[in-house]
C-alpha cells in the first residue's frame, strides 16, 4: 500500500504537519494551487524530480548499484506490462525498517527496505510496485487536486486534525475532530481517495498478471500487512490509517483472483539475494550479525545461498574479513555456479582488504561474464582508482558514458578520476554532467563556472564548458517563466 493519500493530503492543505510520526523530515514539495484543473505533465515531472531531489538530499536513498538496480529493473518490468508508456519510472530504495512504498506524479516510486525484506516471495514485492505504478499511470493524485475545487477548506484541515489526533493515539479527539467539519464532504473525500485505491488493486493485479508474476500474491501480502497495520496504528479509525487495508480490499482482490488462472512463480535469485542485502542495510550491524549466526544455526532460512551471502555482506561491513570469506564461499558453494552479486562482494570484500589491483582484475573477469552488471562495472572502477590506476579507470568510465549517457554516477566517477590527476577544470566539468542528470541545474551552473576559473589552456574544452554553460542558463531562465517546465 502507497503512501499516496498522505501525498494528497499534503498536496491540499500545504500542511507538513499531517505526516505521521514515522514519515520522512524531508518535505515533499508543493504539488500545485488547487484552483487548477490537476496537474499538467510537465508539472508531473517537475513533482518528481523535486521528491527525488529532496530524497536524496536527505540521506535516505539507499547508495547501492545492486539494489537500485534491481528494484528498477522489476519495477520497469511491471512497467512494460501496463498499457501506458507515456510515462518514464524511476525507482529508488530507501532506507527505513518500516514497510511502505508511495508514489508521486513524474513516475517516482520509492521503496522502503522494510517492504523488501517483509515480502515472503518475489510476487508480493511486485504486487507493491505493481499497486503504485497504477497510481502513477491513473494520474490519481492530479485528479485528486482537482476535485478538491468543490471541498471546503475548513472540511480539508478537520480531517487533517483528525489524522493527527489518530497518529497521536488520541481516538476520541480523531472521532471528534471530522464532526467539525461537513460530514457529508469527508465522506466524499475518503471515498473517492479508496476508489483510487481500489483502481489501483484492479489494475495492479491485471499488471502482475501480464507480467508474468502471481497475482494471488497481492491479497496474500495485503492480509500480512493489515496484522503490521494493526499492531502499530494503535487502533485508529480505518479510514485514517496511513496504509487503509481493509477486509473489503482484501476480499475484492481474492473475487478477482477466481477469475484469473492459477499460477506458482518463483523467486528470482536476484530477489533472495537483494532482500537479505536490505535487511543488512537497513539494520543495526551488531543485531543483524547475530540474526544470522541464529538462523544458519537452527537451519531457519529458505535459501542458504542467499542467507550466507546476507551473513557475507553483514559480516564485511562488521570488518570481520576472514568471517566473510568463509561465508562467502560457502554461500558460492551453496549456490553451485557464479553469480553477479557474489562476484561483486567478492571485489567488494578484496578492496576492503587493501587490494584493490587484485579486486580489479576479479571484478572485470566478472564483468566479462555478466556484461548487464552495471555494479560490476562500478566496482572495477573504484577498484582501478583505489589502485591508483586512474588513466584505465578513466578509458573505462568513457567507455561506459558512450553505453550509457545518461548514467550519473559515470560522471561523478569521472570527476573522482580528474580530482585525483589534479585537472580541475575536467573534475568540475564532469561534476556538472553528474548534476545535469540529477536534475539539479543550479548545482550544474555552479560547477561549471568553478570550471571556467581553474587554470588551463585547453581552448577546444573552455569552448564545451561556455556552450554547455550558456544552454544551462537560457534553460533556467526559461523555466523560471509562469507555464514554462525545464527541459531535459
Known amino acids: 500500500m502507497s503512501l499516496l493519500r498522505r501525498c494528497c493530503l499534503i498536496a491540499v492543505l500545504c500542511w507538513q504537519a499531517i505526516l505521521p510520526v514515522h514519515a520522512y523530515d524531508s518535505p515533499l514539495p508543493d504539488l500545485g494551487d488547487t484552483s487548477r484543473e490537476g496537474l499538467s505533465p510537465s508539472e508531473e515531472r ?59 506524479p513524474g513516475g517516482v516510486v520509492a521503496v522502503h527496505s522494510g517492504l523488501i525484506v517483509m515480502a515472503q516471495h518475489e ?107 494493526s499492531l502499530i496504528d494503535n487502533n485508529a479509525p480505518e479510514f485514517l490509517r496511513t496504509h487503509p487495508v481493509t477486509y473489503k480490499r482484501i476480499a475484492d482482490a481474492q473475487a478477482r483472483l477466481k477469475e484469473m488462472p492459477y499460477r506458482q512463480v518463483a523467486d528470482s535469485q536476484e530477489f533472495l539475494f537483494m532482500r537479505e542485502k536490505a535487511r543488512v542495510l537497513q539494520g543495526d550491524p551488531r543485531t543483524v550479525l547475530d540474526f544470522y549466526a541464529k538462523t544458519l544455526a537452527e537451519g531457519r532460512f529458505s535459501n542458504r545461498a542467499a542467507h550466507l551471502y546476507g551473513y557475507a555482506f553483514a559480516q564485511l561491513r562488521g570488518r570481520d574479513f576472514a568471517g566473510a570469506q568463509k561465508s562467502l564461499d560457502a554461500a558460492r558453494a551453496a549456490y553451485g555456479r557464479p553469480h553477479a552479486a557474489l562476484e561483486y562482494l567478492q571485489g567488494q570484500l578484496l578492496i576492503a582488504q587493501g587490494k584493490p589491483a587484485d579486486a580489479a582484475t576479479q571484478l572485470k573477469q566478472a564483468a566479462l561474464r555478466f556484461p548487464g552488471s552495471r555494479a560490476l562495472l562500478y566496482g572495477e572502477i573504484d577498484a582501478r582508482v583505489a589502485a591508483r590506476q586512474l588513466e584505465p579507470a578513466l578509458k573505462l568510465t568513457h567507455d561506459a558514458q558512450e553505453l550509457y549517457p545518461s548514467d550519473a554516477e559515470l560522471y561523478q566517477r569521472e570527476a573522482r578520476i580528474y580530482e585525483g590527476l589534479g585537472n580541475g577544470q575536467r573534475q568540475h566539468f564532469a561534476q556538472a554532467e553528474y548534476y545535469v542528470r540529477l536534475l539539479e541545474y543550479t548545482a550544474a551552473i555552479e560547477q561549471l563556472q568553478l570550471a571556467q576559473r581553474q587554470p588551463g589552456d585547453d581552448f577546444y574544452l573552455l569552448s564545451r564548458i561556455e556552450a554547455r554553460l550558456r544552454e544551462l542558463q537560457q534553460d533556467d531562465e526559461a523555466s523560471r517563466k509562469p507555464g514554462k517546465s525545464r527541459g531535459g
Not at 464532504?185 to 485505491?197: G, K, N, P, V
Open 46 to 104: 517537475q513533482i518528481g524530480a523535486s521528491v527525488m531531489n529532496q530524497l536524496r538530499r536527505s540521506g535516505l536513498l539507499l547508495d547501492d548499484p545492486e539494489l537500485t538496480a534491481y528494484v528498477n529493473q522489476l519495477g520497469n518490468r511491471l512497467v512494460d506490462a501496463t498499457d501506458d508508456a507515456r510515462t518514464s519510472f524511476t525507482f529508488l530504495p530507501i532506507r527505513d525498517p518500516t514497510v511502505n512504498a508511495f508514489a508521486v
Open 123 to 229: 510476487s508480493e514485492l511486485a504486487s507493491v510496485l505493481a499497486h503504485e505504478i497504477a497510481h502513477v499511470t491513473q494520474h490519481h493524485i492530479a485528479r485528486l487536486i482537482e476535485s478538491q475545487r468543490i471541498t471546503p477548506w475548513m472540511t480539508l484541515a478537520a480531517l487533517g486534525l483528525a489524522i493527527l489526533a489518530a497518529h497521536a493515539g488520541q481516538g476520541d479527539a480523531a472521532a471528534a475532530a471530522p464532526a467539525a467539519g461537513p460530514a457529508l464532504a469527508i465522506q466524499r473525500q475518503l471515498d473517492f481517495t479508496y476508489s483510487f485505491e481500489q483502481e489501483a488493486d484492479r489494475i495492479g493485479m491485471q499488471t502482475l498478471t501480464r507480467a508474468g508474476f502471481d497475482p494471488g500474491a497481492m491479497p496474500t501480502f495485503f492480509e500480512r500487512l493489515q496484522k503490521y497495520n
